[in-house]
């Protein structure tokens, strides 16, 4: 079974409201990019993904009179994608959903949300954000979607796909500002990987092949925020001290050492000069049933991956299409 994540920078922009790509000329959300250009790129990752299923982040709105999934089914259809069928869970009103593209001759997929260990996260959960000793309700942005999925094998998992809030101090306009919604965004974003920790622990509880997989805007050693607070989200999620931990082999990677080199999933543009950094956002983390069965994982990385680097057409297609790349999880089934 081939599972991957994949966050697509400004996918709603490539639809109009019927659910059709505009596929013209005219600028796409990407820098520099054409509609067209970044419609053509998506085809060729995705064909060249042939996953059985992909998380799509920050998938087409799905919001008023639009529709996500059958958007994303005509992008399947346009490029005659084996993963051809869209499934969705929560509607958000952020214009970046969170669905789930895959091949229905595969997979048996259906949205399952559950309130075990934690309340459903469409709902909120009362934490103490400001430590004043008063709980505030939590909510997500993007509510992640639970899905049960039974492979054609028999095998059944629990898949929740992720997509964590940005801790950038959007609106801050001095340092002070820019540091109070800084400690104010990465608070609430640990409030929702305790959250989504809770219903990961009750999933282990229940012996269940669990992949939790997406986009979490954090990362080990990713900003000066967490020393303040002791740990990322990622950390969170996995899980720490006694009890079973999640799987992710770069996140083990970039927890291990404190300099030296680490994988990355995202390349974009920072400052007025546009200067290019790469930093590990996206990860799939499995429960330790799902890694005994011989699960592998890879980054489509159009430098660092030497079958994407020698495929030049391939590279410049990841490149163009947005400014995350793919990560892939093979299970032999």
């Known amino acids: 079974m081939k599972i991957a994540t994949y966050n697509v920078e400004w996918f709603s922009n490539l639809f109009d409201n019927a659910g059709n790509l505009y596929d013209d000329d005219r600028w ?6 054409t509609r067209a250009q970044q419609t053509a790129a998506l085809g060729a990752v995705f064909a060249a993904l042939d996953a059985d299923g992909i998380m799509v982040i920050e998938g087409p709105d799905s919001h008023a009179k639009r529709d996500g999934a059958a958007a ?3 992008f399947a259809a346009r490029f005659g994608l084996r993963a051809r069928k869209a499934i969705i869970g929560y509607v958000n009103d952020t214009q970046q959903e969170i669905l789930f593209l895959y091949d229905p001759d595969v997979l048996n997929v259906r949205h399952d949300p559950r309130e075990d260990g934690a309340p459903r996260f469409d709902g909120a959960i009362k934490m103490d954000l400001n430590v004043d000793a008063e709980a505030e309700d939590v909510h997500w ?7 049960a999925v039974t492979h054609t094998s028999g095998t059944d998992f629990r898949l929740i796909g992720v997509h964590a809030k940005s801790k950038a101090p959007h609106g801050a306009k001095t340092d002070a500002e820019v540091m109070r919604i800084s400690i104010a965004n990465r608070r609430k974003q640990l409030a929702q990987c305790i959250w989504l920790r809770r219903r990961v622990e009750a999933h282990l509880a229940a012996e269940d092949n669990l992949i939790v997989l997406g986009d979490f805007n954090d990362g080990p050693g990713l900003d000066e925020y967490e020393k303040l607070f002791g740990r990322s989200g990622v950390e969170i999620v996995l899980g720490e001290g006694e009890g079973e931990q999640l799987f992710d082999p770069h996140a083990r990677m970039a927890l291990s050492q404190r300099i030296g080199a680490v994988p990355v999933t995202a390349r974009f543009t920072v400052g007025p000069d546009r200067r290019f950094l790469s930093a590990l956002l996206d990860y799939i983390m499995v429960s330790q049933g799902v890694r005994t069965m011989g ?5 489509m990385h159009p430098f660092d991956d030497p079958k994407c680097f020698a495929d030049k057409d391939l590279c410049a ?9 793919p990560v892939v999880l093979d299970i032999p089934l």
């Open 295 to 299: 699960a592998e994982w890879a980054i």
């Open 317 to 325: 297609a990841l490149l163009t299409a947005s400014d995350h790349f």
């Open 141 to 147: 942005s993007k509510p992640p979607l639970e899905l």
């Open 72 to 74: 994303l089914e005509g």
């Open 28 to 33: 796409s959300g990407r820098w520099d990019v």
